[in-house]
């Protein structure tokens, strides 16, 4: 309230990262005491943002406790999250997205997104996974090689997926279907709508990634490299 300019709060360990340095006797594992502290953390959250906060940032989220199958992220209300599976792999959530871990292994991805928009990257596609699947409620979508995707859902009955590099092959009620490089697949069961079209557009959140990917590689480049983190921007 003090200043002019955005002000960045550190919160510190965060929930995830604290219960993993602490001993304690009350919990059964450092996950059942993670969400105990959970709403800690957001109320004084909440009290940094009223005291004028424009940008949290926890340190180390995830770092300490990876995602597991089963596992649930949401993005409220003008937030974002990244799920960074590895170097140069990442799932980046827009605000009021749901998604679910369905099955996360060594060489197997696959998630669901009820809601919200998601921006996925896949690079050394081969050697990373044998099968990346994204579920939306109305298709199965399986990204079959390196690039950038976007997935929107809309509901129950409206899909829809982007290609903006690489193929991904889209499996609904009506078929399979090709979505390549430069191409976008707009599923509606509510109209029975299925289009195919050339898509370039870019919105505000496309910029934000984009923005965030050069920011990204301006630090490796730098020689500041951050591998297997979990991120709420």
Not at 15 to 22: D, T, Y
Not at 108 to 123: P, S, W
Not at 129 to 158: C, I
Request: aromatic share 10%.
């Amino acid at each position: 309230k003090h200043s002019h300019k955005p002000i960045k709060v550190s919160v510190g360990a965060g929930p995830a990262n604290l219960a993993w340095h602490v001993y304690f006797q009350h919990y059964k594992n450092a996950k059942e005491l993670s969400f105990a502290l959970a709403p800690i953390f957001n109320k004084e959250m909440k009290d940094l943002v009223a005291a004028g906060a424009k940008y949290l940032q926890f340190e180390d989220l995830g770092a300490w406790l990876p995602l597991f199958t089963g596992d649930q992220v949401y993005t409220g209300l003008g937030a974002r999250a990244e799920i960074q599976l590895s170097r140069g792999n990442y799932i980046r959530l827009s605000e009021h997205t749901a998604l679910t871990i369905t099955e996360l292994a060594h060489t197997v991805a696959q998630f669901e997104i009820t809601e919200g928009i998601a921006l996925i990257r896949l690079e050394r596609f081969g050697t990373a996974f044998a099968r990346f699947e994204v579920d939306t409620p109305n298709a199965a979508l399986t990204l079959e090689q390196d690039g950038f995707y976007r997935v929107n859902v809309r509901g129950d009955n409206e899909s829809e997926v982007i290609t903006r590099q690489g193929s991904v092959e889209v499996v609904t009620a009506d078929g399979s279907f090709k979505v390549r490089e430069g191409h976008r697949l707009v599923i509606d069961t509510s109209t029975g709508r299925l289009e195919i079209a050339a898509d370039t557009s870019l919105d505000n959140w496309d910029q934000w990634s984009t923005d965030r990917d050069r920011t990204i590689d301006r630090g490796i480049n730098a020689g500041q490299v951050i591998q297997g983190a979990a991120t709420v921007l």
